[in-house]
C-alpha cells in the first residue's frame, strides 16, 4: 500500500565531496497521517543511500 511520496535529489557537495541529499516534497496520505508514516518514509530512503 502506497502512504506517501518523498521527492528528493542526492546533489554531490564540493566542499568535502560527500553528497547532500535534499528533500523537495514530503507527501502523507491523510489516512496514515499521525502514524509516523513520514518518519518512517524519511527512514526508509535514508537507509538505502
Known sequence: ???GI?????IPWTY???PVV???ELYV???T???W???RLLNSFA???
Do not use: P
Open 1 to 3: 500500500m502506497i502512504v
Open 22 to 24: 535534499w528533500l523537495k
Open 33 to 35: 497521517r499521525g502514524m
Open 6 to 10: 518523498a521527492v528528493h535529489y542526492l
Open 37 to 39: 508514516s513520514a518518519m
Open 16 to 18: 568535502d565531496l560527500k
Open 47 to 49: 537507509n538505502t543511500l
Open 29 to 31: 496520505t491523510e489516512a
